[in-house]
């Protein structure tokens, strides 16, 4: 299929690989991926934030064509909030994107979506790109929810961010019931949610912003499922958890962004 969107390939680590463990799998996917791979595809990376220096390090010292990001910030900009981390200290760092409103966030942290609404506003006032993530638990989408949960789930977070801010958003539909589990949504299920996504955004700011944001599948991906998602209309890229931590298998994926070109 044809799309104008760029296709972006996020691997989000999670809370896997200490900073030396990060030096090496960057180094080996670094060394995995040519310019030619870089040509049609984004490539993100999203370690744990005491990772992200050696990142760092390693994309500027080796003019790496990876860019990388945080899996969350804090709504402030600074101050006495122990444990966080600022979207000026993520910018500082050289992060291109930020997470927000992971459902591990939504689930663990008990984030809502005035949270993750803060959240957002924050990462545009650092220039960071938030990776804004919804999708339903198995509950909603057994009660066949799933399209109501996600498109509310969006009205939450992009509340007050303007057409201008909102063309740069990537969403990222990761169905809770997905993640980590091996049960991967069908291309049915990711185009149902992912095309729904798009068309509020159409609704809520117009069809150029619609047409300009990039929307992930996450949940499961491997390199043996994700063609027939990546084959979906409104589908442009993937969030990987557990297959972004092998980086033979990240790579693969990478090249399947590449291919649905
Ligand atoms: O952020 C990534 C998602 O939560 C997907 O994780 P997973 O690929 O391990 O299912």
């Not at 670094?30 to 490539?43: E, G």
């Amino acid at each position: 299929m044809t799309t104008a969107r760029r296709p972006l390939m996020a691997g989000n680590w999670k809370m896997n690989l200490n900073h030396l463990e990060a030096i090496a799998h960057t180094q080996k996917l670094a060394f995995a991926l040519n310019d030619k791979d870089f040509d049609r595809v984004d490539v993100a990376l999203l370690p744990p934030f005491t990772d992200l220096r050696s990142v760092q390090t390693l994309v500027d010292g080796d003019k790496l064509r990876i860019v990388y990001g945080g899996q969350d910030l804090s709504r402030h900009d600074g101050g006495a909030y122990t444990g966080d981390v600022s979207g000026a200290m993520l910018a500082k760092l050289g992060c291109t994107f930020v997470l927000v409103g992971h459902s591990e966030r939504r689930q663990y942290h008990h984030e809502d979506d005035d949270l993750v609404n803060a959240k957002v506003l924050a990462a545009y006032r650092h220039s960071l790109t938030p990776i804004l993530c919804v999708g339903e638990g198995l509950p909603v989408r057994q009660a066949g929810g799933q399209v109501a949960h996600s498109v509310s789930q969006l009205d939450g977070a992009l509340r007050t961010v303007t057409a201008e801010q909102a063309r740069s958003v990537v969403v990222a539909y990761e169905p809770v019931w997905a993640i980590g589990t091996g049960e991967v949504a069908t291309p049915a299920d990711a185009q149902e949610v992912c095309s729904a996504l798009r068309a509020r955004l159409a609704e809520l700011y117009d069809g150029e912003v619609a047409a300009a944001v990039r929307i992930l599948y996450g949940g499961s991906v491997k390199s043996d499922n994700i063609a027939g998602i990546m084959d979906q209309p409104d589908v442009d890229g993937a969030l990987v958890g557990g297959a972004s931590l092998d980086p033979g298998e990240f790579v693969k994926l990478c090249r399947f962004g590449e291919m649905s070109v």
